[in-house]
């Protein structure tokens, strides 16, 4: 069982940035972030594969978010900038087991394991 644990959540205003980190207690295949507000399900915000690098986002945050990561330390970032109110949501890491590198990257059940959340709010 991999655990992920959140962390960079804060209070921001419109404009402003924030750096999420996630650090997996194992190996992992693919590490990503998904992010849900009251009412909605879970949207796809970014991942980055192990192998090769490649990055994903969601049209959202294209051209604003970046995702990251340091394969030694099993941790994803995810660099904010350019925060719209729009943003505001809990935060949720996700991983793919090491071995387990399959499915559609946006379809939550293609991904193993999940972090607790953090909270991301964006200020008018």
């Known amino acids: 069982q991999v655990q992920l644990v959140e962390s960079g959540g804060g209070l921001v205003p419109a404009g402003g940035s924030l750096r999420l980190s996630c650090a997996a207690s194992g190996r992992t295949s693919a590490m990503g972030w998904f992010r849900r507000v009251p009412g909605k399900g879970h949207e796809f915000v970014s991942a980055?594969?192990?192998?090769?690098?490649?990055?994903f986002y969601g049209d959202s945050v294209k051209g604003r978010f970046t995702i990251s990561r340091d394969n030694a330390k099993n941790t994803v970032y995810l660099q904010m900038n350019s925060l719209k109110p729009e943003d505001t949501a809990v935060y949720y890491c996700?991983?793919?087991?090491?071995?387990?590198?399959?499915?559609?990257?946006?379809?939550?059940?293609?991904?193993?394991?999940w972090g607790q959340g953090t909270q991301v709010t964006v200020s008018s």
């Open positions: 996700a991983a793919r087991n090491e071995l387990s590198d399959s499915g559609i990257y946006y379809v939550t059940s293609s991904w193993n394991y």
């Open positions: 980055i594969k192990w192998s090769g690098g490649s990055t």
